[in-house]
């Protein structure tokens, strides 16, 4: 079986406790959440490849977490439920879940979902890290360098530029910043504009005039690389499940030179 990282999200101790264990002595890398803001706190936080879900995690509130999963997180979902009818199940699969499983379960049985859903993962392996010139961003160490040294990130920092250089070079409105980013809901645009002049003084070499973090006039922000003309940083061994994302091309955007965060 291939080893996850896997997000095990169940309300129930003795059933969470039992499945962890069962887990890791499978090899795989297991942590732990007891409630939605919990689980969806550790994907916004930590690289995950399969997310198991308790469909009545914190009142039935797991559908509503398992659909937000799949619109913004690369992973497998698995879901879980004491509900086994039709209905509940074609919910769970509209919802996003990748496969859906009833409790009480054995398992062997949940095993052999696990190890369906791993081929799946083979044949479409998430980066374990995003390269762009000198600038490295280690998804599972959540740790940045540049030119070689450790650019000290706080932990929304970090969501909040991996967010960014995951979009695939596209603008990210600020609204959008905050749904992603921010473990906890606030509706305050501002708060993604104070992080990313933090953001700026740490990564920009002219924080003044940035092009690493690239203001979108009227819509927010966007991540590139053009004028970091630089040597990339060599390939990591074929033994680690890994890959690297390519600096985007530059998209049309209106002029940077409106002064804002």
């Given at each position: 079986m291939?080893?996850?990282q896997?997000?095990?999200a169940e309300?129930?101790p003795?059933l969470?406790?039992?499945?962890?264990?069962?887990?890791?002595?499978?090899g795989?890398?297991v942590?732990?959440?007891?409630t939605i803001?919990?689980a969806?706190?550790l994907?916004q936080q930590?690289l995950?490849?399969?997310?198991?879900l308790?469909?009545?995690?914190s009142?039935?509130?797991?559908?509503?977490?398992?659909?937000?999963?799949q619109?913004?997180c690369d992973?497998?979902?698995l879901?879980?439920s004491?509900?086994?009818?039709?209905?509940d199940?074609?919910?769970?699969l509209?919802a996003?879940?990748?496969?859906?499983?009833?409790?009480?379960?054995?398992m062997?049985l949940?095993?052999a979902h696990?190890q369906?859903?791993a081929?799946?993962?083979?044949?479409?392996v998430?980066?374990t890290f995003?390269?762009?010139?000198e600038?490295?961003?280690?998804?599972?160490?959540?740790?940045v360098?540049?030119?070689?040294?450790?650019?000290?990130?706080?932990?929304?920092?970090f969501s909040l530029?991996m967010?960014?250089?995951?979009?695939?070079?596209?603008p990210?409105?600020?609204?959008?910043?905050?749904e992603?980013?921010?473990?906890?809901?606030?509706d305050?645009p501002?708060?993604?504009?104070?992080?990313i002049?933090?953001l700026?003084?740490?990564?920009?070499?002219?924080?003044r005039?940035?092009n690493l973090?690239?203001?979108?006039?009227?819509v927010?922000?966007?991540f590139?690389?053009e004028h970091?003309?630089?040597?990339p940083?060599?390939t990591?061994?074929k033994?680690?499940?890994?890959?690297?994302?390519s600096a985007?091309?530059?998209?049309?955007?209106?002029?940077?030179?409106?002064?804002?965060p």
């Open positions: 291939q080893h996850l896997i997000l095990l309300g129930n003795h969470r406790s039992l499945l962890c264990w069962h887990l890791q002595q499978a795989h890398q942590c732990e959440a007891d803001r919990q969806k706190t994907l930590q995950i490849h399969l997310m198991i308790d469909a009545e995690l009142n039935r509130a797991g559908l509503q977490l398992c659909h937000w999963a619109r913004h992973l497998l979902i879901l879980l004491q509900r086994g009818s039709e209905a199940i074609i919910a769970g509209e996003g879940a990748d496969d859906y499983l009833t409790k009480p379960l054995s062997q949940l095993d696990i369906a859903l081929r799946r993962f083979r044949r479409s998430p980066p995003l390269q762009y010139g600038l490295k961003i280690d998804l599972v160490q959540r740790r360098t540049l030119a070689g040294e450790g650019i000290d990130l706080t932990p929304q920092e530029l967010v960014l250089a995951q979009a695939n070079g596209d990210v409105s600020r609204l959008e910043l905050l992603r980013a921010w473990p906890d809901s606030t305050n501002r708060t993604v504009d104070t992080h002049l933090s700026r003084k740490k990564l920009e070499r002219d924080p005039q940035p973090i690239q203001t979108v006039r009227s927010g922000y966007c590139g690389l970091f003309s630089c040597d940083l060599p990591p061994p033994a680690a499940v890994s890959s690297t994302v985007p091309a530059k998209p049309s955007r209106d002029s940077d030179a409106e002064h804002q």
